[in-house]
């Protein structure tokens, strides 16, 4: 007989305990855990198993080659960036997740591609805002208002009698951490709710056909609020994000079940939503620039492309006897690693130092193919000589000063330069297998350890 028990969550991770611990022992979260109920039913042998199976005789294994398979049908979305970043489109029956921090532009985005959607219907409901004020905002956006039906709701079985009623081509949840089932005892958002709501939206998405879109939240960690069962449960995982004092946004892939992972969309947020990006080098170098010290222009690769954008550093005597170090845009542990090797390396006092790193734009990159360009803008600024506007760089920089060789070097080489750049320096091991007659505009300089690069920027 299935009896009545709760049992401890972590809000975090979804890690389940009998009893309440302080710090979660799969995530290391803390204060974490909150208690819930769950209905346990006794678990079955495998024997009593084999029996029930006789009785219900469900589909049988079939042997892949004889599995006809149908390529998904998509359904191709107004907003382009999206539709690569989805891998060509929102696939019919699939449910993703947009996740991003308050403010971001989560439910501009998905608002504005409902709306411009001429030929589906689609249900949008809002757990967060009243119909009011998504009118509002649909009018700042513009466009057509197509057969698009809002609603203002935030129970699950509500949800349903909507859906039944209007059997909508795509649906909408803003967002998931709102919505609350009747079943369950604790309020919306908690780890049993928001998993029991998108599993059945996950049922209702399969049986259905229809697509369906959830809104998350993001905890202050960055990670999607809420259990990591619901990454777990969704098709595609996309992260919006960006520095809400910047107009431009990122939507990237972090899972994708129908696509690959390594596509990004560019968004620009004006006065009238989101308009997409669509040569992001030209919108991240800065067009008038002063000769000015400390600024490095590095080709980024996030995704399949690749992109020029500028670093920049500060380097100035500590007034305190702890140097500051502060970085926006990059990894700090990379920076200390990277001043370390100019220390190290090229003998330079940075422990004396101040540093200031910058990556412009307000974005955020992690390719190690920037290290080459911020090592030498620190460098640059350090010395105070400028590096010519028409270099730029791209190299990982190891341990003992060496430069690595980068994924895609001809990709970045072909925008540095359509991008008009004179000279580009690349590590030499990557030049092995590559056609140089393909670049006769751009001066290509091969290294192989930073004093290479400083020699041939600061000569
Ligand atoms: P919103 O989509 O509500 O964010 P989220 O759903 O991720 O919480 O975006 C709100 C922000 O976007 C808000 O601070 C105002 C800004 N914004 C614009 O700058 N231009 C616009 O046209 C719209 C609709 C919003
Ligand atoms: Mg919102």
């Not at 049992?7 to 290391?28: D, R, T």
């Not at 780890?191 to 599993?199: D, L, T």
Request: aromatic content about 6%.
């Amino acid at each position: 007989m299935a009896k009545v028990k709760t049992a401890f969550f972590c809000k975090e991770c979804g890690n389940e305990s009998a009893k309440w611990v302080g710090k979660c022992p799969s995530c290391g979260a803390w204060n974490s855990y909150i208690e819930e109920t769950i209905v346990s039913k006794p678990v079955k042998s495998s024997r009593i198993l084999m029996i029930d199976a006789d009785k219900n005789k469900s589909q049988s294994p079939v042997k892949v080659s004889e599995i006809t398979a149908v390529s998904e049908s998509r359904i191709i979305l107004p907003s382009s960036e999206l539709n690569r970043v989805l891998g060509g489109g929102l696939v019919n029956g699939s449910i993703i997740l947009i996740g991003g921090e308050p403010g971001i532009g989560k439910s501009t985005l998905v608002l504005q591609n409902m709306l411009r959607m001429r030929t589906r219907k689609v249900l949008y409901v809002s757990g967060e805002e009243s119909p009011q004020q998504i009118k509002l905002r649909a009018d700042r956006i513009g466009g057509e208002t197509g057969e698009c039906y809002i609603v203002g709701e935030t129970s699950l079985e509500n949800i349903f009698v909507h859906i039944q009623n209007m059997s909508p081509d795509i649906v909408v949840i803003d967002s998931i951490q709102t919505i609350a089932s009747d079943m369950l005892e604790s309020a919306a958002g908690s780890v049993g709710q928001v998993r029991e709501c998108a599993a059945a939206l996950l049922r209702y998405a399969k049986e259905s056909n229809t697509p369906v879109i959830l809104i998350g939240h993001i905890n202050k960690e960055g990670s999607i609020a809420g259990p990591k069962v619901l990454e777990h449960i969704v098709d595609a995982v996309l992260q919006f994000e960006g520095d809400s004092h910047y107009m431009y946004r990122i939507l990237r892939s972090i899972k994708n079940r129908f696509g690959s992972t390594s596509e990004m969309g560019i968004y620009e947020m004006n006065n009238s939503g989101l308009r997409e990006v669509t040569n992001p080098s030209e919108m991240l170098l800065p067009e008038n620039v002063s000769n000015l010290s400390g600024a490095a222009i590095g080709v980024a690769l996030d995704g399949v492309r690749p992109f020029l954008i500028e670093t920049q550093s500060l380097v100035s005597t500590a007034a305190y006897g702890t140097p500051q170090r502060a970085v926006t845009g990059f990894d700090a542990k990379r920076m200390n690693m990277l001043l370390a090797v100019l220390e190290k390396r090229v003998g330079f006092k940075l422990i004396q130092k101040d540093v200031f790193l910058n990556i412009a734009g307000g974005l955020k990159v992690n390719d190690p193919a920037l290290d080459l360009a911020i090592i030498s803008a620190v460098l640059s600024s350090n010395v105070d000589k400028m590096i010519p506007r028409s270099f730029c760089l791209a190299g990982e920089v190891g341990l003992s000063g060496e430069i690595r060789p980068v994924t895609r070097i001809d990709a970045r080489i072909s925008e540095a330069q359509k991008l008009g750049f004179e000279t580009i320096i690349v590590p030499a091991y990557n030049l092995k297998g590559i056609d140089r007659n393909a670049f006769d505009k751009i001066k290509i300089i091969e290294v192989a350890k930073v004093e290479d690069a400083f020699k041939v920027l600061f000569n």
